[in-house]
T-cell receptor
Framework: GENVEQHPSTLSVQEGDSAVIKCTYS??????FPWYKQELGKGPQLIID?????GEKKDQRIAVTLNKTAKHFSLHITETQPEDSAVYFC????????FGAGTRLTVKP | ETGVTQTPRHLVMGMTNKKSLKCEQH?????MYWYKQSAKKPLELMFV???????ENNSVPSRFSPECPNSSHLFLHLHTLQPEDSALYLC?????????????FGSGTRLTVV
């Protein structure tokens, strides 16, 4: 089955800096790659996704890139704000969704 | 609210108790999922239901018993649990199972087994 690895497990940045989270997946047939943000006391919320026929997607301050050949994809957050502090999960999907272990992002004011 | 509601939010139960977790969605989705979230581990898929039919049981111990009476409701019946079953249990739904449908998660039930 699909195996998703996510790095780093924790990330601390200064407000206004950029943050990058990276994931790799094992099954080259996976074709959908969502990213979820989980705030304290809440379930994961979908923030952006990318499909295998696209290399990059951007939505305001967040962007995701996908390298199918290398089987890795990344989340980029620019101009970070304290409210970006949360746990972020990547996932790869073929027939069902497999998640990475999560990255705890802390944005210091 | 995301459109997926889980109750209760918190549950403390003894190892000999029987309890049930409830999940409800009114998004018109046809697929529903149970996930277990433990500290510092990836989300673990437990069960998948598509159009009320169970399509996946991810080697979950029989002390967890799912029930899906209709496409809007999903239950997880618990009995004779172990302390290591303490975790956040998340319900999710999607339009259908498949490779490119985002999930909508509930806020979860924080379960503590004593």
């Amino acid at each position: 089955g699909e195996n998703v690895e996510q790095h780093p497990s924790t990330l601390s940045v200064q407000e206004g800096d950029s943050a990058v989270i990276k994931c790799t997946y094992s099954d080259s047939a996976s074709n959908y790659f969502p990213w979820y943000k989980q705030e304290l006391g809440k379930g994961p919320q979908l923030i952006i996704d990318i499909r295998s026929n696209v290399g990059e997607k951007k939505d305001q301050r967040i962007a995701v890139t996908l390298n199918k050949t290398a089987k890795h994809f990344s989340l980029h957050i620019t101009e970070t704000q304290p409210e970006d502090s949360a746990v972020y999960f990547c996932a790869a999907s073929l027939n069902d969704m497999r998640f990475g272990a999560g990255t705890r992002l802390t944005v210091k004011p | 609210e995301t459109g997926v509601t889980q109750t209760p939010r918190h549950l403390v139960m003894g190892m000999t108790n029987k309890k049930s977790l409830k999940c409800e969605q009114h998004l018109g989705h046809n697929a529903m999922y149970w996930y277990k979230q433990s500290a510092k581990k990836p989300l673990e898929l437990m069960f998948v239901y598509n159009f009320k039919e169970q399509t996946e049981n991810n080697s979950v111990p029989s002390r967890f018993s799912p029930e899906c009476p209709n496409s809007s409701h999903l239950f997880l019946h618990l009995h004779t649990l172990q302390p290591e079953d303490s975790a956040l249990y998340l319900c999710a739904s999607s339009s259908r199972t498949g490779s490119d449908y985002g999930y909508t998660f509930g806020s979860g039930t924080r379960l503590t087994v004593v």
